[in-house]
């Protein structure tokens, strides 16, 4: 047991080549997971979805049993956001025979582990250059990416009549970008007071999260370089001096493009 646990911490941590590629690995499954959980949270679910849902929840908890074995702070692991959502998918699974296709929609919390866990960003830095020059956008647009699309499944699962529509999907979608962007064509509307007020929530989270991507986008890109004086993480791309205290830096580059 010693040694499968060093494994697991090896496999998890470690910097070698059969570790990262376990967590790109991983984090494939994460991706997959989402799309599978986001695309079929709005329709019944027969023997196969289930089976295919109660894979991925043996995985899922496998991973978490991992985690929780090898970490040397688990309440703090537990109180992690992804981790918290994990066990709501979880859990949502476990009901399925309760509550068959009710709590489906809680999957889509799964979103949240794309992108913060595994240590997936240090291997990211590490590994491509493209991401460290636009880290903050891309993770901006991921964020943004996941937060519409599980918006447009509690539209669709809680706010709209999915068999009066032929691409009930579509429209939720189309709703909620038209109202995160505040278009607000009109042509789907909140008619209670509830979708009304989860309207509101779209706009105010929506538009921060957008507002955020062309920042990251707009703004001159930065790298992480902590300085070895005042601690600052974040520096130009060919920066030689730190902004803040005006200590020497030694950002690694691959020379002049």
């Known amino acids: 047991m010693p040694e499968l646990k060093t494994r697991l911490k090896d496999l998890y941590r470690g910097s070698d080549s059969a570790s990262i590629w376990f967590r790109y690995g991983l984090t494939a499954f994460d991706a997959v997971s989402i799309l599978f959980f986001m695309s079929t949270a709005h329709i019944p679910h027969g023997p196969e979805l289930i089976a295919i849902s109660w894979f991925i929840g043996l995985v899922i908890a496998l991973d978490l049993a991992a985690r929780f074995w090898i970490s040397s702070n688990r309440r703090k692991l537990f109180w992690r956001i992804y981790t918290l959502a994990d066990f709501v998918v979880l859990l949502s699974l476990l009901l399925e025979t309760i509550l068959p296709g009710g709590l489906a929609f809680l999957r889509i919390l799964r979103g949240l582990r794309l992108i913060h866990s595994y240590h997936l960003l240090q291997d990211l ?108 993480t974040r520096h130009d791309v060919d920066a030689v001096h730190c902004k803040h205290c005006g200590g020497p830096l030694k950002i690694r580059t691959s020379g002049v493009e």
């Open 125 to 232: 830095r590490r590994d491509s250059r493209f991401f460290r020059r636009h880290e903050d956008a891309i993770i901006a647009g991921i964020n943004l990416f996941i937060f519409v699309f599980a918006t447009s499944i509690t539209v669709l699962v809680f706010f709209m009549d999915s068999s009066g529509s032929e691409y009930p999907y579509i429209d939720a979608l189309y709703f909620t970008v038209a109202t995160l962007t505040t278009t607000g064509f009109g042509d789907i509307t909140m008619a209670t007071p509830a979708g009304k007020t989860f309207s509101v929530f779209v706009m105010v989270v929506g538009v921060t999260l957008f507002v955020r991507l062309a920042q990251a986008i707009f703004n001159p890109q930065r790298v992480r370089y902590t300085c070895g004086q005042c601690g600052l």
